[in-house]
């Protein structure tokens, strides 16, 4: 249960179809069924029920294809930032063609909702040691803090040994990690996505704590996608689909339980302080 006085952790969701972040090509996109307005609101319904406003990183290709859904996310009282437009690896861009997908979502947003963006995620947290000039494109188009580096091993993003807490990337930029639990000299992943659902409720819970018990806030993050587990079954690489569609089914009787015990809000209200130096 929340209990007053407990640390305001940051909600985030990457807002996005079942098959953009799937690693198929974008001109491929076309062939399939768009479910993401099942999986958003049935995310938005929770939030509501439990007066939990959010971050929703919002990917462009996804926006212009259901702005009034944005709109209405807005409407809710959530903050809306960037997830880029195409959702490509960044590491697999150069600056130029970094700062184009970047530009291209921020026109996109801009044509929806009226409030200033300033936060941004790459796709699949990809900024890492080969990507790094990016966070001087971030600044150079207005991104006041990052939400991309992920301070883990993994197969296609993380920095293990990066800060595991909210600091200063660049001067007047703030890196804003997903939540990790330090074990055995190592960082664990506990901050929700396919870790959520992987790992027993109870590690996420503890995980969380634990960056209470540091004095810092947690960071968490979700798909809608994880709220719909009808959407279509694709004959995926086992890691891959081992990820994606594993325990979808519990995602909503989790996230209620999470959502009633944590205090949630979106990242630009937890950092104000921080942002406004």
């Known amino acids: 249960m929340k209990r007053a006085g407990d640390l305001v952790d940051i909600f985030t969701v990457d807002f996005e179809d079942w098959y953009q972040g799937i690693e198929i090509e974008r001109g491929d996109w076309g062939q399939f069924e768009s479910r993401i307005r099942v999986g958003t609101c049935r995310l938005l319904d929770l939030l509501q029920e439990s007066s939990t406003r959010a971050t929703f990183f919002i990917l462009g290709a996804a926006a212009e294809g259901a702005p009034d859904l944005v709109r209405e996310i807005a409407h809710r009282g959530h903050e809306i930032a960037t997830h880029g437009y195409g959702h490509e690896f960044v590491y697999d861009l150069d600056p130029e063609g970094f700062r184009a997908d970047l530009q291209r979502s921020l026109e996109v947003l801009a044509g929806i909702v009226s409030d200033p963006v300033r936060g941004y995620r790459a796709p699949y947290f990809s900024i890492t040691r080969d990507s790094l000039w990016a966070f001087e494109v971030l600044l150079e188009c207005g991104i006041r803090y990052d939400a991309s580096v992920f301070p883990v091993h993994n197969h296609r993003y993380g920095i293990s040994d990066a800060p595991r807490f909210v600091h200063e990337v660049r001067p007047g930029l703030l890196e804003v990690p997903p939540s990790t639990w330090r074990v055995a000299g190592r960082n664990l992943p506990v901050a929700g996505g396919a870790y959520f659902r992987l790992f027993p409720y109870t590690l ?74």
Request: zero cysteines; glycine letters at 4%; proline letters at 9%.
């Open 204 to 277: 996420t819970r503890m995980g969380l704590k634990r960056s209470h018990a540091e004095g810092e806030p947690a960071v968490f993050y979700l798909h809608p996608w994880e709220l719909d587990p009808d959407h279509p079954r694709l004959p995926l690489p086992r890691r891959v689909a081992l990820t994606h569609y594993h325990n979808l089914a519990a995602t909503h009787s989790r996230l209620r339980k999470l959502l009633a015990e944590f205090n949630f809000a979106p990242a630009s209200e937890v950092l104000s302080g921080r942002l406004s130096k």
